[in-house]
């Protein structure tokens, strides 16, 4: 299985029969919740496709290139941009389209409370989740630096994935936690999804990860704990990334010196297309 055919298949496909169950909830009237109405819903899920390449280009570039995971080459078009195929950048775009997709479906089924936030906005418990959530990186850096090769992968994931999670926590952890179940749903539905169709591309060559970089452990057949590991934490990225812009709370809580920065990209990003 080529990888353009993996991303057809797997995450083109399920993109589109989503956004066709959103277009006929629009259609029946069924809106989104009141507090997360702040951006349009498409246009949300386009920053963030446009963040994760930014986010990912280096890190991932940095994996192939220390062989963490490779392609088989004549499963690729052999167009490259550094050490990347390009179908690689296609499922940074792509992945965060599926998941959001996903997310904005189940945010019409699972709407939040409506309650007013609390005039002190649960500082403390964000704080302590960021807290703990730091703790987690600075072992991972550790783990890094200690030179086992075995640990090589999945440190590396947590070293790249944790400081935006930590600042997602830290910015707006009541306001993920307010929307506990619709995050773990999405959280766990996309998982689990990506986590299969990844086992099946490995298992048929279209890539495949250097044993000798992971711990050794599979989930599932043909895919590897870190495997599983980076769907978990990039799922967790793009759901909490999402669920925030999308809340209208989160516009209460910036920094005075930034509300006018911010309202001007906004409305300028609100209006292309």
């Known amino acids: 299985m080529t990888y353009f055919g993996f991303l057809a298949r797997f995450v083109v496909l399920p993109t589109l029969i989503i956004r066709?169950?959103?277009?006929?909830?629009?259609?029946?009237?069924?809106?989104?919740?009141?507090?997360l109405t702040n951006w349009d819903a498409e246009k949300a899920l386009l920053a963030h496709s446009a963040v994760a390449l930014t986010y990912t280009t280096i890190w991932d570039n940095y994996l192939v290139a220390?062989?963490?995971?490779?392609?088989?080459?004549?499963?690729?078009?052999?167009?490259r941009f550094g050490w990347v195929p390009v179908e690689e950048y296609t499922f940074f775009v792509l992945q965060p389209l599926l998941t959001g997709s996903?997310?904005?479906?189940?945010?019409?089924?699972?709407?939040?409370?409506?309650?007013?936030y609390p005039p002190d906005k649960n500082l403390k418990p964000r704080l302590l989740a960021t807290g703990a959530l730091g703790?987690?990186?600075l072992m991972s850096l550790r783990k890094m630096f200690e030179g086992n090769p075995n640990n090589t992968y999945l440190s590396l994931i947590t070293a790249w994935a944790l400081p935006p999670v930590m600042f997602q926590t830290a910015f707006?952890?009541?306001?993920?936690?307010?929307?506990?179940?619709l995050i773990l749903t999405n959280i766990l539905l996309s998982t689990a999804y990506l986590g299969v169709a990844d086992s099946i591309s490995i298992g048929k060559g279209t890539w495949g990860i250097?044993?000798?970089?992971?711990?050794?452990?599979?989930?599932?057949?043909?895919?590897?704990f870190e495997e599983f590991f980076f769907f978990l934490i990039t799922n967790v990225l793009l759901t909490l990334g999402v669920t925030l812009?999308?809340?209208?709370?989160s516009e209460n809580r910036l920094p005075e010196r930034l509300r006018d920065?911010?309202?001007k990209f906004k409305a300028r990003w609100l209006k292309k297309g």
Do not use: C, F
């Open 261 to 263: 920065t911010y309202y």
């Open 210 to 224: 250097n044993p000798e970089k992971t711990i050794g452990v599979d989930v599932i057949p043909h895919l590897p």
């Open 245 to 249: 812009v999308m809340s209208k709370e």
């Open 20 to 35: 066709w169950l959103i277009w006929r909830d629009n259609q029946k009237k069924k809106a989104l919740p009141e507090p």
């Open 135 to 137: 703790m987690v990186w």
């Open 102 to 116: 996903l997310l904005q479906y189940l945010m019409r089924r699972m709407p939040p409370s409506d309650a007013p």
């Open 66 to 79: 220390t062989k963490v995971w490779g392609y088989d080459p004549e499963l690729v078009t052999g167009i």
């Open 172 to 181: 707006g952890g009541d306001i993920l936690w307010r929307n506990r179940k």
